[in-house]
Each structure stands twice: as C-alpha cells, then as structure tokens.
C-alpha cells in the first residue's frame, strides 16, 4: 500500500518506535503533573537517561543494563528536582528550566568519547509466523519489547489514576494539597515519588532514543522531544488515552516528515523538520481553544509549592 | 528537627547575599566537577574566572568580556521584565534569531548600496522580527490561553531550522564558492556594526545592553507600567482588582522581551559574528534565563551578572585550550549555578528554625 511514493505499512511501523519516546516521557510526567507538580525538566531528564542508557548498554554489552541506568540517571534527576523544589520550595517554573539546561551540558560532557559508536542492538521480540501476517505483521508484531511496555504502561497508568486507592490519594494531592496534608497524607512524599516515576520514565524513553530510535549519541539529541511530552500531556487533557493519541500523533508526524525528506519531493528538508514542532503549536492551539469553553482539565494544585505550617 | 518559618516580608541581607552564595558554591562543586574530569581544580576555576581580567593575556580577553556580556544582558533585561509578572518566555533564543535574520535580511537586500541609513534600518528590522516572533505566543496565549512556555520554546526550533535553510538557500552568498553562509557582513561598511574604540569591544549592542538596563531599571521602579507587572507578578487577584489587564500585560512583556532578543541577535549578526550561518546562535537566549535569575531579575544586577556569565564562557574557552576542559563543561557548570541559586532562595524567604528552640 504506497500513497504518493510512501508505503502506509511501513509508516505506521516507524510510527509505534518514533512515537514510544514521547510517549514514555508524557506518560511519566503525567503522573507528576496529576500529583500537583509542573517539571519542565522533561528534556534535561530524557537527555540524561539517554547518555546514560547508552554509556551503560556500550560498556556493558547489554541494552537491557542500558534501559535500567537510563532509567536511574532520569530519576536521578527528577529527584533533586524534587529536592530543590518540595523541600527547599524553590520556583518550579525555574526549576524545570536548570533542569533542563543543567542536563544538556552534562550529558554532553559525560559524551565525549561516546560519539559515533554504534551500541549493542536490542532484540526484536519473536512472534513466530505472527510477524509473517500481511499489514497486521509488521506493525504490531515486529517491534522490541520497550515499544509493548509503552503501550502497557498506558493502561497501567490509566488504571492507577482512576481506579487503585493510591492513584485516588495521588490525585487529591495534585488537587488540593492542603486538604490532603489535613486528612493525613504525606503530600511531600507522594510528590517525590511520583517525580521518581516521571523522571525513570523519561530517562527510558531518552535512553530508547540513543539505543533504538537513532541508534547513536549525538549532543542534544533529543532536540525538543521532552518539550513536546510536556505538550501532549496538555493536550491529552490529563488522561493516559489521551497521552497515547497525541504522542502517536506527534510520532505519524514526524516519520511522515522523514519518509518525506526520504521521497526527495521539492520540499526543503529545513522546512520540512518544522513539522513535528509547528504541529505542537497547532494542536496546543486547538486543544486550549476547547478547554476555554469546556472545563479546565488541569490538576488545581498544579505547579504550587506546598508548605505546612505546622 | 529542622523547621521552616515563613518571613513576612523577604530578607533583604539575603537578597543580596544569595547571588553571591550560589557563585561560591557553585565554585565549590564545579571543582569537584573538573578534579573528577581529571583536570587540576584550583587551575581550572582560577583561568574561568582570574585570567580573563587580570591574567597574562588579559588585554585580549577584556575585550571580549563585553562582546558576550552585550546580548546577554540585553536579552535577560528584557526576560525579567516578564518574569516579574509571572509571564514566562523561554523562546528568546528563537526571537534572537529570528532578530538576526530580519536585521541580515535588510542589509543583503540593500546590498553593495552605501547609506548612513541602512544600520539603523537594520536595527529596526531586528527589533521588529524579536517583536514579532514573541507575538506569536503573546497572541494565541491571550486568544486562545495557549502556554507561552510551550510555544515559545517550540518556536525557537522552528526558528533554528528557518536559520538553517536561510543559510543554506535564500540567504547563501551568491560568491561564496557553494559554501553555506550569507555574504559578510563586516566587509558591508554600511551595516558593519562596528567596535567603537578599537579593542574594547564595545559596539552599539553593547550601548544598547547598557540602555536597556536603564531603560527597564526606569520601567520598573518609575513607571505606573513597571508597578502594575511587580504586582501582577506578587498578587494577580489584587491586580485584577486592579484593573490591570493580563492581555496588555501579556502583550507588553512577551513583545519588549522579543524585541530586545531580536536587536540582540541583529547586533551581533552585523558585529560579532557578521554572517548567517547554520551554528550561528550561541545559547545566549538560554544563558539569559541564568543571567536574569541571577541577577534577581533586576536591570543592576542583570548588569553584574551578564558580566560574570560572559566571564565563564571566555574563562571556559581559556580553560577548553590550555587544560582540553570539555565545552560542555561550562554549560554543566552554568545549570549548576541556577540550581544552586534557586535551592539557596529559601533563605530569602523562609527562616531556618530547630524545632523546640522557639515557638
């Protein structure tokens, strides 16, 4: 099935691995921003889940070590994100950004040495004659086992937030943390760990794309990506399904875009790489236009310090 | 049991004090940063911040003390202004750009043409793409309540990628043997922003930075304007009260903001750097955001600040040359000092108590 020179089969494939990234990423900091805390370190925490997973899986030999320290050094990050601004109360705005900034320096020094290396290749999970099928096979049954712990992750989170006791206590928190803090609940700690989430979550989703996506480490690498998690998570209204529609769409984007760059039309490759992010801005736009006129989804705690006084 | 206690109003000791603090400890883990590259600590820390301004060479160094400090001074005036008011620009590097190109775009235009009027021209070209730029998220946050966070950010890749294509299509010297990069502009006397004494480095945009300080310092503690996005800022229920509109204010802060990052990027497009190329911006927009922090969002203190940043981007090329410190290392040591100033904040306006000692 090809339509004007660019294979459908094949696009929705790229899209499931292009997408998971983001979708990682949104999904963890859905989870922080459902808690009351607005971190916009996303892309400093990718980032250094990404060198990190790819400094651990080269010296190791095992991508699977490199997902876990991908995972540690995103959490790593979240938590003295968590320090600086639940403990020590610091602007959360500010924050994210030295986050951010903090991240991509250091990643980029811990780099040096690591480019143009390839690392170990992650396996493809064998279905058997499944892959074989016509369409079906090669999008849902020709992917690495990250792309399928994404997709259960949404369910996962979906569930957690909606239907478990602690998804009810993390959202009270994210909701009204002084009526929280009075029946009880220990708001500071549950927002830790929900920060702990997001930042693993983000450092698997970096370290997928130095292992899987690119496959390489190349400074700022992940070039917007966390940025665009935090988009979706608005734009997802705050909901898991949500987070998989808009990272999928973001994902069909952005491998349209390279397919594009790929077909040689007479489109310059420049203006071309704009989509994914000019598409962000769109669909921010269109998604506030209706939030205005509906209710507000945001989590009303969202981005406020707390401080108990007694 | 250690307890906090919220002032009533901030500590102005502290203020002043945690600028200072930050560098310190910022001093501190950035040696312990460099000792574990393997590089001499104490070596490394004195070339950033010693041998720029009084080390051997320092004459050159001088120099291009105000080269740097000019944009980021410029650009992080114009940030804190909204900060102040709770409004968050984090795209001045994309309105930086986008200055550059529109102050480029007028000179090639009017090229080999010789006229007094061109650089000003050119100034204004650069102010108004900034302008512009910035309206973008100015215009869907009041229209539609878009984040300008978001958008601005997203907007600074949309700019690098229209910086690409400009030097690499339209804007491409026609004489520049298929190398990518517009003509140079230091070799346009009419458009050539020139050092004013030689060897200073002070050019125009660096008259400008200093305006620019004045001219928000003014803005800020003079104006009716200036008062109206202080409390905007401290308390947006009173200022709706008020009868501040957010719009305005919105409007006001993300466009002065733009401007001053699009003059940055026009000086130093004609100046510095002279041409358009694909790598020619610098992070100036994002090491504003620090500049503006750490000088407490306060044209003086931006002043000092864009100084001292300026000082550990020369001191970090001094240190990349004479030690093989990383480029990257810099940066690393820049975020640190962020984090070390706003986790140093608290005591500005909290008090540390013992639990027990007092109620």
């Known amino acids: ?310 | 049991m250690i307890h906090l206690e919220r002032r009533r109003a901030a500590s102005r000791f502290w203020t002043l004090a945690v600028p200072v603090v930050a560098v310190l400890a910022t001093m501190l883990a950035g040696a312990g940063l460099f000792a574990a590259l393997g590089k001499p600590p104490a070596e490394a820390l004195r070339m950033i911040f010693w041998d720029p301004l009084l080390g051997p060479n320092a004459e050159y160094f001088r120099g291009q003390l105000l080269v740097k400090a000019g944009p980021l001074i410029l650009i992080a005036c114009g940030l804190a202004v909204g900060f102040r008011a709770g409004i968050w620009n984090i795209g001045a590097e994309g309105q930086y750009i986008v200055g550059a190109l529109s102050g480029a775009a007028v000179a090639l235009a009017l090229w080999p043409a010789e006229s007094p009027l061109i650089f000003p021209t050119m100034v204004l070209a650069g102010a108004l793409g900034g302008w512009a730029w910035a309206m973008i998220p100015a215009f869907l946050k009041t229209r539609f309540g878009t984040s300008e966070i978001l958008v601005s950010l997203m907007l600074v890749y949309v700019a690098q990628n229209l910086l690409a294509y400009m030097a690499f299509g339209p804007m491409k010297n026609p004489q520049g043997f298929g190398f990518p990069g517009s003509r140079n502009l230091q070799q346009y006397p009419s458009a050539h922003n020139a050092e004013l004494i030689a060897g200073s480095g002070l050019h125009w945009g660096v008259v400008a930075a200093l305006l620019a300080v004045i001219g928000t310092h003014l803005l800020m503690s003079r104006h009716l304007l200036g008062f109206r996005i202080r409390v905007a800022g401290e308390a947006p229920r009173a200022a709706r009260f008020a009868g501040v509109s957010p719009a305005r204010l919105i409007r006001f802060c993300l466009g002065l903001s733009g401007a001053l990052a699009g003059v940055a990027g026009m000086f130093e497009v004609a100046g510095p750097s002279g041409q358009i190329t694909d790598s020619f911006n610098a992070n100036y927009g994002f090491t504003a955001i620090i500049v503006a922090f750490l000088g407490r969002l306060n044209p003086w203190g931006i002043l000092a600040a864009g100084l001292l940043m300026a000082l550990t981007y020369i001191g970090g090329d001094l240190a990349q040359l004479m030690l093989g410190l990383p480029a990257a290392a810099i940066q690393a040591f820049q975020g640190m000092l962020l984090f070390f100033l706003l986790a140093f904040d608290l005591l500005t306006q909290y008090r540390i108590r013992w639990k027990g000692a007092r109620t």
């Open chain 1, 1 to 310: 099935m090809t339509l004007g020179g660019i294979d459908l089969i094949a696009l929705t494939a790229t899209l499931m691995v292009s997408s998971t990234p983001v979708l990682l990423a949104a999904l963890g900091e859905l989870v922080v921003e459902k808690s009351g805390v607005l971190n916009l370190g996303v892309e400093g925490m990718m980032i250094m889940g990404a060198i990190g997973g790819f400094a651990a899986a080269v010296m190791t030999g095992s991508p699977a070590v490199g997902f876990a320290a991908g995972a540690l050094a995103g959490m790593g990050m979240a938590l003295l994100f968590g320090v600086i601004t639940q403990i020590l109360l610091a602007n959360q705005v500010a924050t994210g950004l030295a986050l951010t900034l903090f991240g991509l320096g250091l990643s980029a020094l811990f780099g040096k040495g690591f480019e143009g290396i390839r690392p170990p290749q992650t396996a493809r999970i064998d279905f058997g004659g499944l892959a074989d099928l016509p369409v079906l096979g090669p999008i849902l049954f020709s992917h690495d086992w990250v792309v399928y712990f994404s997709l259960f992750a949404v369910g996962a989170v979906g569930l957690f937030l909606s239907r478990s006791r602690a998804g009810l206590i993390l959202r009270a928190v994210g909701e009204n943390h002084d009526a929280a803090h009075a029946l009880g609940y220990r708001v500071v700690a549950v927002r830790l760990a929900a920060l702990a989430f997001g930042g693993a979550m983000a450092g698997l989703g970096g370290a997928y794309l130095s292992l899987v996506r690119v496959p390489q480490w190349t400074e700022g690498m992940t070039a917007g990506a966390g940025w665009i998690a935090l988009a979706i998570v608005v734009f997802a209204g705050w909901r898991a399904g949500g987070v998989l529609l808009g990272a999928y769409l973001f994902g069909g984007v952005t491998a349209l875009q390279l397919r594009l760059q790929a077909a040689e039309y007479a489109i310059p490759v420049q203006l071309l790489s704009m989509a994914p992010y000019l598409i962000t801005i769109i669909v921010l736009v269109a998604i506030s236009a209706l939030h205005a006129r509906g209710r507000q989804a945001a989590p009303a705690a969202l981005g406020r310090s707390f401080h108990a006084s007694r």
